[in-house]
């Protein structure tokens, strides 16, 4: 049960649920099968160990998933896609995405500011990171358009 999980065609469960997670939260890394395969074997293994150590099953899952989503958790993209959708309602929903991955690249200067970590969502930062943002797009909007 050792062998390497990298079959693209018979992904495994962590393989699955990472790349949808990277899909909807860090587009930009929904590609990178590297990390998706790095990740979903070490998720595996993990879980595979912590069950045949007798760990319960849902505590196992726990630990593969910390491994799996680690340094993740915090989405740059869904920050900058929740500001568009709250505050700038002419970005059409169906622009939505594609305007946000355009904005994303000239908004880590933004992000550069704040000490982000995947607990930073609940931060009282976070708000502050929010509020800049909303005038960086609105920037960004009048300078260049959507």
């Not at 790349?19 to 979903?40: G, M, T």
């Not at 196992?60 to 799996?68: C, D, Y």
């Amino acid at each position: 049960m050792n062998k390497k999980r990298n079959d693209i065609r018979e992904p495994s469960y962590f393989a699955a649920a990472l790349f949808l997670f990277l899909k909807d939260s860090h587009p930009v890394l929904a590609s990178d099968k590297n990390l998706i395969a790095e990740r979903a074997d070490s998720a595996a293994d993990i879980y595979e160990r912590m069950v045949r150590g007798g760990l319960p099953v849902a505590q196992a899952l726990e630990l593969a998933n910390a491994v799996l989503y680690q340094d993740l958790r915090f989405s740059k993209f869904d920050t900058v896609f929740e500001v568009v959708s709250e505050w700038f309602p002419e970005v059409e929903p169906r622009r939505r995405t594609s305007f946000c991955l355009k904005v994303l690249p000239p908004a880590e200067a933004i992000f550069g500011k704040y000490p982000i970590d995947d607990d930073f969502g609940t931060s009282p930062l976070y708000r502050t990171l929010t509020i800049e943002l909303t005038g960086f797009i609105q920037f960004y909007i009048e300078q260049y358009g959507l």
